[in-house]
């Protein structure tokens, strides 16, 4: 029996949880996509005799065109663009970007053409490890901050921020003088794992360790909702991975956030 591709449904829901759930914080990414920001994903799997060995997402609410896939077997990866492809136009027709483990780079480029790799370390804290750094110039954010937030997120390039950030998790910012001077907020939330993002300080207020008090209070209220919270950070930024160290985050695993082209992409 061939590998069969198909779009994801509820027949489906349950396996690709089981399948994604065996390495949770690996696929943290793939198990947003099929649940929390699933109305906003394109979704197809594939399986084999029933039992499913890969998937592959597109998320339609960036400012640029996110994929993301696991697979067992590298020839899968092929099919499952193929399938994605037919849903969504235009990743034939932009380049593509990934936030995949350094390990499925070698799938990636196997059966695309890979424009850019950058590493970046998963650094991962679960409630025994979180060391806390409080500082009572934080407090959780909240809508009506949300103006500020957009300032501060644009003044530090944040290339993931969006606007509808409060739909997917909670998010804690610093005031000096009633400004917003830092904040850190949340990529997604399930009830597997968590990733914090969009960790920014104003220039006029670094070295204070104002970001790492808003990413310790987002951690312990993180745990919540999850068991599990981590957030990315460049590999060769080995300041910030300490600064991390500090509140009870470990290096999990080598990231790589690749652009890439499909096939019929190629001159």
Same mark, same amino acid.
């Given at each position: 029996?061939?590998?069969?591709?198909?779009?994801?449904?509820?027949?489906?829901?349950?396996?690709?949880?089981?399948?994604?759930?065996?390495?949770?914080?690996?696929?943290?990414?793939?198990?947003?996509?099929?649940?929390?920001?699933?109305?906003?994903?394109?979704?197809?799997?594939?399986?084999?005799?029933?039992?499913?060995?890969?998937?592959?997402?597109?998320?339609?609410?960036?400012?640029?065109?996110?994929?993301?896939?696991?697979?067992?077997?590298?020839?899968?990866?092929?099919?499952?663009?193929?399938?994605?492809?037919?849903?969504?136009?235009?990743?034939?027709?932009?380049?593509?970007?990934?936030?995949?483990?350094?390990?499925?780079?070698?799938?990636?480029?196997?059966?695309?053409?890979?424009?850019?790799?950058?590493?970046?370390?998963?650094?991962?804290?679960?409630?025994?490890?979180?060391?806390?750094?409080?500082?009572? @110039? &934080?407090?959780? %954010?909240?809508? /009506?901050?949300?103006?500020?937030?957009? #300032?501060?997120? !644009?003044?530090? $390039?944040?290339?993931?921020?969006?606007?509808?950030?409060?739909?997917?998790?909670?998010?804690?910012?610093?005031?000096?003088?009633?400004?917003?001077?830092?904040?850190?907020?949340?990529?997604?939330?399930?009830?597997?794992?968590?990733?914090?993002?969009?960790?920014?300080?104003?220039?006029?207020?670094?070295?204070?360790?104002?970001?790492?008090?808003?990413?310790?209070?987002?951690?312990?209220?993180?745990?919540?909702?999850?068991? @599990? &919270?981590?957030? %990315?950070?460049? /590999?060769?930024?080995?300041?910030?991975? #300490?600064?991390? !160290?500090?509140? $009870?985050?470990?290096?999990?695993?080598?990231?790589?956030?690749?652009?890439?082209?499909?096939?019929?992409?190629?001159?």
């Amino acid at each position: 029996m061939p590998t069969e591709i198909v779009n994801l449904d509820e027949r489906w829901q349950a396996e690709v949880l089981s399948y994604l759930r065996r390495s949770p914080y690996r696929n943290s990414l793939p198990l947003a996509n099929v649940t929390q920001l699933r109305a906003h994903c394109d979704v197809v799997l594939a399986h084999y005799n029933g039992q499913v060995v890969g998937m592959a997402s597109y998320y339609r609410d960036l400012p640029f065109v996110a994929t993301t896939f696991a697979v067992d077997l590298p020839q899968t990866l092929p099919l499952l663009h193929t399938a994605l492809a037919e849903q969504a136009p235009i990743l034939h027709q932009a380049t593509l970007s990934t936030v995949i483990p350094e390990q499925r780079v070698r799938q990636l480029a196997a059966c695309t053409t890979i424009e850019s790799v950058e590493l970046e370390m998963q650094m991962v804290v679960e409630p025994e490890t979180l060391r806390p750094h409080s500082d009572t @110039r &934080v407090r959780r %954010l909240r809508s /009506d901050d949300l103006a500020a937030m957009g #300032e501060l997120a !644009r003044g530090g $390039g944040l290339m993931a921020w969006r606007p509808a950030v409060f739909d997917h998790g909670p998010a804690f910012g610093a005031f000096v003088d009633e400004r917003l001077a830092a904040m850190a907020t949340t990529h997604f939330a399930t009830t597997d794992v968590i990733e914090i993002g969009n960790v920014v300080t104003h220039p006029d207020f670094r070295r204070q360790g104002l970001a790492s008090a808003c990413v310790s209070a987002l951690a312990a209220n993180c745990f919540n909702l999850a068991p @599990r &919270v981590y957030l %990315l950070v460049m /590999d060769n930024n080995p300041g910030a991975q #300490e600064a991390y !160290r500090k509140l $009870g985050f470990w290096p999990s695993e080598r990231f790589a956030f690749v652009h890439y082209q499909l096939p019929l992409m190629r001159a």
